[in-house]
């Protein structure tokens, strides 16, 4: 199996040396970016599996350098590691695409366990012909149009719809929890008390067919 790679754009130099030397003693390749524009060359590469990426950038900001990989369908998973703790930038990265976001000072453990966490959403399911695909069973997802392909039609998706379809394509047959789905998708720690999961399961399964998403009683769903 290949060493996942991993890019770090970061351009303070203790701290990049910190999380390079921690992730490469877990087993992972990896390269720092010390500049925005560095980064976003590198980034839309295709030669790594996740990125690590600071706001506070010289040259192009890494807001900017999260927007513009977005725009251009790069669907490589980012982590957001910044001094920046206002409501506004977090709002802003998760927004503009951002898979998670983690404010500094931070523990190496808790990043790591971020890390294992977005790769392993990347576990690989069957792809077509074309890339941007993904496809399973009777259904084929487009990562650029963000519609899905069910019943001999393409039929439209919301962003979260599509986020929640493409996170239980990328596991199919696991059953994934409302914890666990929060978190993937939402970016939310688990509340008892929230009901968003069901929700847009629900609106999912009007899309796609109700047979497709099945209910696991006391632990979550899974793609048939």
Not at 21 to 29: A, P
Not at 107 to 132: I, M, W
Not at 147 to 173: I, N, Q
Request: charged share 30%; net charge negative; hydrophobic share 45%.
């Amino acid at each position: 199996m290949a060493t996942e790679r991993i890019l770090i754009a970061e351009d303070d130099d203790g701290i990049a040396d910190f999380i390079r030397r921690g992730l490469v003693q877990e087993g992972f390749e990896c390269e720092v970016a010390v500049s925005g524009a560095a980064a976003f060359a590198r980034a839309h590469s295709g030669d790594f599996d996740l990125m690590i990426l600071d706001l506070g950038l010289p040259h192009m900001d890494g807001a900017d350098v999260l927007e513009q990989l977005r725009v251009l369908k790069v669907s490589l998973p980012i982590i957001v590691l910044t001094a920046r703790t206002n409501i506004e930038d977090r709002i802003r990265s998760l927004e503009g695409g951002a898979d998670d976001y983690m404010p500094k000072p931070f523990q190496f453990a808790e990043l790591l366990a971020r890390v294992k966490l977005r790769l392993a959403s990347r576990q690989p399911v069957e792809r077509t012909t074309n890339t941007h695909l993904l496809k399973h069973g009777t259904l084929e997802l487009d990562l650029r149009t963000q519609k899905v392909f069910v019943a001999d039609k393409w039929r439209d998706l919301s962003r979260r719809e599509f986020d929640l379809l493409e996170t239980l394509m990328r596991h199919p047959g696991q059953i994934l929890s409302r914890a666990q789905l929060l978190n993937m998708v939402w970016d939310m720690s688990f509340d008892p008390g929230s009901n968003v999961v069901d929700v847009y399961i629900r609106a999912l399964r009007k899309k796609i067919g109700t047979e497709k998403v099945e209910t696991i009683r006391g632990s979550g769903y899974r793609l048939v």
